[in-house]
């Protein structure tokens, strides 16, 4: 059975940098499609990156295009998230998922909730000063 377990999330000043990891098992990395999400308060969920555990290609919506980086270590099943240039509206609850489908054709949206099978629990990150 597939779990995911996100860590990393806390309080960071504006302009500042964290890392979120979403570890998985009972599931390679190989065979999955890796996104994150958010949450803000009184919001509803949005995608923010993806990526192919098959390929390593990756996605990133416009708002975090030159701020974030996704990367995986098929070694530790771990998909991290480098949050760099953060600004408050990062703030919310970031969410890990996973598609059994590994890949995406270039006029596909990879961050279709839809898609996403399995969640983690979610961690939270506030960005204030």
């Known amino acids: 059975q597939l779990q995911l377990v996100e860590s990393g999330g806390g309080l960071v000043q504006p302009g500042g940098s964290l890392s979120l990891s979403c570890t998985a098992s009972?599931?390679?990395?190989?065979?999955?499609?890796i996104g994150w999400f958010r949450q803000a308060p009184g919001k509803e969920r949005e995608g923010v990156s993806c990526i192919s555990g098959a390929d390593y290609r990756t996605y990133y919506t416009d708002f975090v295009k030159g701020r974030f980086t996704i990367s995986a270590d098929s070694a530790k099943n771990t998909v991290t998230l480098q949050m760099n240039k953060m600004k408050p509206e990062d703030t919310g609850v970031y969410y890990c998922a996973t598609d059994l489908h590994t890949h995406w054709s270039d006029d596909y949206y990879p961050l279709n909730l839809l898609d996403f099978d399995s969640w983690g629990q979610g961690t939270q990150v506030i960005v204030s000063s």
């Open positions: 009972g599931v390679s990395l190989n065979y999955l499609r």
